[in-house]
């Protein structure tokens, strides 16, 4: 989900939607198969003035790195291990 306190039509949240798909793509790889069934939700509080693409842009960027900190900071459960398990004895 990425929220924002700018200004956005309907039209620009679903703009900004769209582009923080590229945020996943650029952190998981392969992204957009057929089964995955990724979906992103955008809302805005419509405070301050911003053009949608800037918006769109940094959404992205910080879809990728909302995502690569997840992975880093996920723990093992039920004895899947995480990724920060791996090279571990």
Known sequence: MIITNANLT????????????????????PSHTKLDGDLIFTASTGQVEAQADVVGIMGARLMAEAIRNAVRHAESIAGIPASQDWGRA
């Open 10 to 29: 309907k039209t620009d949240t679903n703009w900004v939607a769209r582009q923080g798909h590229n945020g996943i793509a650029r952190a998981i790889i």
